[in-house]
């Protein structure tokens, strides 16, 4: 990164996004000495990954679990954290036909739940699919059969990914599969399930993460605290509305506030978390026209919680589930008196939190609030996770480009984009949504700590993070 600096800049460092990585960087820039500042449209910290508090219960945007092979992050999270970060344990499992099924899937659990006949089909279409492979993996569908068989496909994998994407599998890069699903197979399941005493090694899911005593919010909000306290300042409602550049540099920004002010800002480096999409599209003046077509054609996911506040204990053991059952909307659920007994107030209660995949301006997105809650409440009395009545108050948060989509096109528009961004000497995108990269929380902090080390004058590859063949959350375990 360029180490030349605009004149009388009035911050060194310009951080655009108040989620993980932003303020990741915001803070680990501070604590090095540097004056900065963070910049946050919404009025809550944490991106996807912030806490909201509704009647004293306190529910995630979806479920967002701590775990990283990342000794830079972990230290991170337990320097702000300290003791308030809670060793958690995992059950996630899929919902399917009326039955729950573990995952990764056990081969007795799955015999149990969808009995001999169906049990002995997939196994034959797993083994025409080692013998017949897919030779050349384009799509999500040809990944998950070469490991999995058509018939496990089917049941356990094409449904929800339609879900949750909203487009058919044979549209969804196979590259996706590789960074979300890589290194699980049917064959090593069978394995690790029959023969235990074997001396090889084989791969599971972690069973345990760490979480926040008061949910994920709290981590972003404390890094903001502890921030300030180095002398940076998070400025939240300020939408950042145009990036100055002059030639192959940035030279500052524009925010807008809530009330339509308009604020100008000098820096010597931006570091941005914001869309890749929208980072482009701010710049003025703006970049060559195939850039900002190739902008445009990057496609989000956003999601709709709907959480129930529930007058019962609560029974179901899971942390979250997967809803594989087409006869319903919702994707995933999370109980969240599983994630800490604090996200509740009351020992005798309980909550959930139900998601719905959608586009940003789609049919789901544009039905109301009170539909979307009638809707949660007779699908999860449809699915017998609760009864109806003991529902006594609920609320819908809605939030925009929540995923990055890897379809079919998606990489040689990013490709596209990359290549003019890597032109600007003084910006560096980082996280999940400013690189357009699948990233989980932990990869998207450690690009904001390789940010803020090349600022320094490192060379550290950001783009590299996350491009891996092992499995973010997988460990080998032995099994002598």
Not at 47 to 68: A, E, K, L, M, P
Not at 182 to 206: M, P, W, Y
Not at 422 to 433: A, M, S, V, W
Request: net charge positive; with cysteine; hydrophobic share 35%.
């Amino acid at each position: 990164m360029n180490t030349g600096q605009a004149q009388n800049p009035d911050f060194r460092l310009l951080v655009i996004g108040a989620g993980p990585a932003g303020l990741a960087a915001t803070y680990t820039a501070a604590k090095k000495g540097i004056k900065t500042r963070c910049f946050e449209k919404d009025r809550l910290v944490g991106g996807i990954s912030r806490t909201v508090i509704y009647r004293d219960f306190r529910f995630d945007i979806g479920g967002h679990r701590f775990f990283t092979k990342y000794k830079d992050v972990d230290i991170l999270w337990h320097e702000i954290l300290g003791d308030d970060f809670l060793v958690r344990p995992r059950l996630s499992r899929i919902y399917y036909k009326n039955k729950f099924f573990n995952y990764p899937l056990k081969p007795l659990n799955a015999l149990k739940g969808l009995g001999p006949l169906m049990s002995a089909k997939i196994m034959a279409s797993f083994l025409k699919s080692r013998l017949f492979p897919f030779k050349e993996e384009i799509s999500f569908e040809h990944w998950v059969t070469n490991r999995f068989g058509k018939k496990l496909y089917e049941l356990f994998f094409k449904t929800y990914t339609e879900k949750v994407w909203g487009i058919p599998c044979t549209e969804i890069s196979a590259e996706w599969a590789a960074q979300r699903i890589k290194g699980l197979s049917l064959s090593s399941a069978v394995i690790g399930a029959f023969f235990k005493s074997h001396s090889r090694k084989f791969t599971t899911l972690i069973e345990e993460f760490k979480y926040p005593r008061y949910g994920p919010g709290q981590m972003y909000e404390t890094m903001t605290e502890k921030a300030a306290n180095f002398g940076a300042s998070t400025h939240l409602g300020e939408a950042v509305s145009e990036i100055q550049r002059e030639g192959n540099r940035l030279t500052g920004l524009k925010t807008r506030t809530e009330d339509g002010e308009v604020k100008e800002y000098r820096g010597d480096y931006i570091i941005s978390s914001m869309p890749i999409s929208s980072l482009v599209l701010s710049m003025r003046p703006l970049p060559p026209e195939k850039v900002i077509t190739a902008a445009k054609g990057l496609a989000y996911r956003s999601i709709i919680c709907v959480n129930l506040l529930i007058d019962a204990e609560q029974k179901n053991p899971d942390t979250w589930v997967y809803v594989h059952s087409p006869e319903v909307a919702t994707g995933r659920i999370q109980f969240y008196k599983n994630w800490s007994p604090w996200m509740i107030p009351r020992e005798n209660q309980s909550s959930l939190g139900m998601e719905y995949f959608c586009t940003e301006g789609d049919a789901v997105w544009r039905t109301g609030d009170k539909a979307m809650i009638e809707q949660a409440k007779n699908e999860v009395e449809k699915l017998r996770l609760i009864d109806h009545k003991d529902i006594f108050d609920a609320f819908v948060v809605r939030m925009p480009k929540c995923y990055p989509v890897y379809d079919s096109g998606y990489s040689g528009k990013l490709a596209v984009i990359r290549e003019f961004l890597e032109t600007i000497e003084n910006l560096q995108p980082i996280g999940r949504n400013g690189m357009f990269k699948y990233n989980n929380a932990d990869h998207s902090i450690l690009t904001a700590l390789y940010a803020i080390r090349n600022l320094n004058g490192e060379n550290l590859d950001i783009w590299g993070i996350n491009t891996g063949q092992e499995y973010h959350e997988e460990k080998r375990i032995s099994t002598s």
